[in-house]
Structures are given as C-alpha cells and as structure tokens.
C-alpha cells in the first residue's frame, strides 16, 4: 500500500499527558499537511512542509502544539499537556509540489483520533 | 478571508437519482483550485474531482461533475444515479497557490451530509 499512513489510528489518553503522532507521506510527495477535524466539521489546516522546511505554522492552535519532519519523509505532530478540547480526529495529508498547476490533490490518511479523559 | 459555503447540513437522495451539493467560496486571487472529497463514516478522505479556477469546461469524473460558475464562486457537485455507497459527508474546498513559490492555503467547507435512501 503507497498511501499516506498515520499511526496511531486511535489514541486514549489522560489530561494534562503528552501524545505524539507520526505521518508517513507517499513517498514521492514533497508536501505534507496536518489538520484538525471535530465532529461534524471540515478540516482546520494546521501546518505544512514542504520537504523538511515547515513553511506555515501560524495555524498550529496553540504553543502546545509542534510539528517536525526532520529528514522530509515522515512527519510528527506532538501535542503536550493535553486538553479536553484537544480530543478530535488529526489527519495527515501529502501532495506533490504545484508542478504546473495547482490541481494536485491531497492525498489523506485515515487519521489519528484522539480522545482525552 | 477566504471561506467556503456549503448551505445544505444534510440531504437525501433516492437510489439511481441524481443529487447536488452546493458550495460557494470566496477569494480575491485569479489562480486557485476547487476540490470536493467524500468521507464515510470510516474516516478516510477520498479525492473526487478537481477544478482549476481557469478551466473553462465543467470537470467530470465517472459519475461525479462539477457545475462550475465562476461569476457566482460556486462549484456545485453532481452526483448522478446515487448508489447506496455515496451516503457520506462531503466537503468542498478550495486551494490557493503560487507556481513558482512555497505559498499553499486550503480550507475546506463544513461538509454536507448525504444518505441514499434505497
């Protein structure tokens, strides 16, 4: 399977504990998106890379939040000390760089969902 | 700012009919993309059709097309002869970019939930 795999696929933890998802790209994708999706909403755009530069993090919901993706193939987003309000659904998206027209679309994984007790 | 509308929450269709989702966006830039993707209650998001804000042909993919009218900044969704299989949440988004340059925005619309009735 070529696709966007995130890991893990659920994730239960307590308030106040530090999680950490990881995002594995399609391989010959140079970009790489984190959202946010609550219930019965679109995605929240977080942040991208593009390769291992994160060129937009203004979004990332607060100084809790952090992304990397060190050597521009997998990337991870860390969340500490947890909230309640932090429980939703992180996706993870790749794509190529424009090429020549912005009509690539991002490819999604299944998600990593988050539930805070 | 950028937005996307989709003013349906929810809507039914009957099996074999044909369906349409409405999205409005909002932009000043000339050069963006329009999406929409299906999610099933399983979670994943699954790409459905694209159309680039200078194509001049409404985009069309097996049973899915996209009603586009620039004027209006709407990119309806046409869904012909519904299956079971496309009851899911489905959303609109739109993409900004710049060729050339790092720049790349997209925002999605809150979704508009479908189930086909048999």
């Known amino acids: 399977d070529t696709g966007v795999s995130q890991n893990p696929r659920h994730k239960i933890t307590k308030r106040g504990q530090n999680v950490t998802f990881r995002c594995d790209p399609i391989?010959?994708?140079?970009?790489l998106y984190w959202y946010r999706q609550t219930l019965g909403q679109g995605p929240e755009f977080l942040t991208y890379?593009?390769?291992?530069?994160?060129?937009?993090k203004s979004r990332l919901l607060s100084d809790r939040f952090s992304a990397e993706r060190p050597k521009g193939s997998f990337s991870t987003l860390e969340i500490q000390r947890t909230e309640q309000g932090d429980s939703a659904m992180y996706l993870c998206?790749?794509?190529?760089?424009f090429g020549r027209g912005i009509n690539q679309p991002q490819h999604f994984g299944d998600g990593t969902r988050l539930s805070i007790l | 700012a950028q937005k996307i509308t989709q003013t349906q929450p929810g809507m039914f269709v009957q099996e074999k009919e044909a369906v349409t989702l409405d999205c409005t966006y909002d932009?000043?830039?000339?050069?963006?993309?329009l999406f929409w993707y299906k999610q099933p209650s399983s979670g994943e998001m699954i790409f459905l059709i694209y159309?680039?804000?200078?194509?001049?042909q409404n985009a069309t993919e097996g049973r899915y097309s996209l009603n586009f009218q620039k004027a209006r900044k709407s990119a309806n969704l046409v869904i012909s002869a519904s299956q079971l299989g496309d009851s899911a949440m489905y959303f609109c988004?739109?993409?900004?970019?710049?060729?050339?340059?790092?720049?790349?925005?997209?925002?999605f619309g809150p979704g508009t939930s479908l189930s086909v009735i048999p």
């Open positions: 988004a739109m993409r900004e970019g710049l060729i050339g340059t790092s720049y790349d925005k997209v925002i």
């Open positions: 932009t000043s830039d000339q050069s963006y993309g």
């Open positions: 890379f593009q390769n291992e530069a994160q060129l937009e």
């Open positions: 159309q680039g804000s200078y194509d001049e």
């Open positions: 391989s010959e994708h140079n970009r």
């Open positions: 998206a790749s794509s190529p760089g």
